[in-house]
């Protein structure tokens, strides 16, 4: 999987594959492996999600092993390029979450992760075949023992700054995720709540509960996701989410894609990714920094 060219040092520059990570397919028939089935996008549509895709094999999560050990190293050369980082973002002393945004732009293997052709026409579909450009990646790794939580969240709440509102989230793990370890839990249908108010993400887990309405905490059952490494979940917009402590001996790894249908807007003149050039209120969102994943023409 290595690189037989010499690349420039921020990968934003690159919109295709930069390495031989994954093959893009070439005709029609290639893409029908990747498809999802017509039963998996009505679940999405009714339950605001659709989990245990396969998206990677084994040696992909270990090469990103190995990239994830560089991006958490205090000391890497490339964290100027992040939009976050975070070596604890939890607000408990006594728990760790690291988290940062940006890292797409610093190994080839997450940037090349964004252009999996199993990702990218999962997306396609489930943002009903529309054009697919990336918004913003994520890392979220809870250590052994003493992870902490992701309170319960809607993740467009945070992306106001963009519309309309036709986003996409999917959560792929470089651990197996078990209950144990903390993984992540949905509350099915909860994307036909509107959008809610958002709480400290990585603070009180129930900090969401006071915007709820009496009908809604009625609703609010949760459902925990346990899959396997390299398998990933999608998830609408809007619908409630989030992740328990680990106190596991097992460490829960995992990354995020986000997403938006080709032709999303920005809606605020300021900064939308930290050092990232401004967009005009109005004005397509597009360029080296949200490039178009599917299709590339």
Known sequence: MENTIT???????????????????????????????DEQIAFFNEHGYVDNIKLLDGHHVNQLNEELLKIMDTKYEKHDL????????????????FHCLGHWRLTPGFHDVNWNPAFVMAAHQLLGKQGVRFWHDQLFCKPANHGGVVAWHQDYSYWT???PMQHLTCWVGLDDSTKENGCLQYVPGSHKWGLLDKPILTGEMDGLMEFLTDEQKAQFKP???????????FHHPLLVHGSFENSSDKPRR????????????????????TGVPPIAKGNKMEGNFFPKLYPLK
């Open 161 to 163: 700054r963009t519309s």
């Open 82 to 97: 992040l939009y976050e980082f975070h070596t604890n973002e939890s607000t408990d002393p006594d728990k760790v979450i």
């Open 223 to 233: 459902v925990p996701i346990e899959m396997k490494k390299g398998y990933g979940a």
């Open 254 to 273: 995992a990354f995020v894609m986000n997403v938006f249908a080709d032709g999303t807007l920005s809606d605020s003149n300021d900064e939308i990714l």
């Open 7 to 37: 690349l420039h040092r921020d990968l934003a520059e690159y919109s295709n594959l930069v390495s031989n990570m994954f093959s893009w397919p070439k005709t029609e028939e290639e893409w029908e492996q990747y498809k999802l089935s």
